[in-house]
């Protein structure tokens, strides 16, 4: 097979890494953002209904009491819901990461590749465990700016902004799941690149729309459980990975995979190694 069609089907790869942590985002996000959402509008409602002519509130201790209440029901659970939903994500990303990452190696090696059972690995896991962790944080920060000196002096505009902070949890709900799935599908692919044979590499292939600091790895290739060089980025300006890495992902979002590859395969046209670099390049834009 030709290294340009080899290339296309690498990147169509991580459109669908890309859709399916989309979707798992919204799963493991829902069930937190929506209770959020239903505990901001009744306490806006509450306040409202009481704070008639006043400014506050007039019981506005007891307010603050309710609230907290209803946040803490709001957020009830829902960190492990999240991480939950991140060892499923993760499981699937692996799954849908082993079996693509088997068809493209059949496709370049001309041979049947036998496949493996799905494992999310090590930092997959990681990063679902955090959930919890950062969902417990945010909830605290978010209780914490409830108090009768702040809602005196902020009104209705710092009851609010205690559902943003609340809101932050959400967010992080979806960095963890990201990284789970990105984690998750790179080590999938480790583990089938370890079945192919001594001497094939693991080669980085980019999302298009790639960041300028990912776009700088496109082609780059290393021995599974090697790193890439930290540091590199086609914008000076902007350098994310410091440090050494093992591969993708390496920020959360990044779409970005791998897949086994040796020189010794016959790919025809130019190598493929280039190929991804030329077109990592090829529609980069300064920002
Ligand atoms: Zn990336």
């Keep these: ?81 999240a991480k939950a939903a991140a060892e499923r994500a993760a499981f699937t990303a692996a799954s849908l990461a082993a079996h693509q990452t088997g068809q493209l190696a059949a496709a370049m090696t001309g041979q049947h590749v036998p496949p493996i059972a799905p494992d999310a690995g090590p930092e997959a896991q990681a990063a679902a465990d955090r959930i919890p962790v950062a969902v417990q944080e945010e909830h605290g920060q978010a209780i914490a700016l409830l108090t009768a000196a702040g809602l ?15 809101r932050r949890a959400v967010g992080r709900i979806a960095q963890g799941v990201a990284v789970a799935v990105g984690a998750a599908a790179s080590h999938a692919v480790t583990l089938i690149t370890r079945t192919l044979g001594p001497g094939v590499r693991l080669l980085w292939v980019t999302e298009r729309g790639a960041c300028a600091a990912c776009r700088a790895y496109a082609g780059r290739h290393i021995r599974p459980g090697g790193q890439f060089p930290g540091g590199l980025s086609l914008d000076p300006r902007r350098t994310v990975f410091a440090s ?42 300064p920002a």
């Design 1 to 81: 097979m030709d290294a340009e069609r080899i290339a296309d089907l690498a990147q169509q790869q991580t459109e669908r890494l890309r859709l399916l942590e989309q979707r798992s985002i919204a799963t493991a996000t829902h069930p937190l953002a929506s209770a959020l959402t239903d505990a901001q509008a009744a306490a806006v409602t509450r306040w409202v209904h009481e704070a008639t002519g006043a400014q506050i509130p007039t019981r506005l201790a007891e307010f603050i009491d309710w609230v907290r209440d209803l946040i803490n029901r709001a957020f009830n659970s829902k960190g492990g819901q």
């Design 152 to 166: 005196a002096a902020t009104g209705l505009a710092g009851l609010n902004s205690a559902f943003k902070r609340a």
């Design 244 to 285: 050494p890495v093992s591969g993708p992902p390496r920020h959360p979002h990044c779409r970005c995979t791998l897949i086994p590859w040796s020189p010794a395969w016959p790919v025809s046209g130019l190598p493929l190694p280039a190929v991804l670099r030329r077109r990592a390049r090829a529609d980069w834009r």
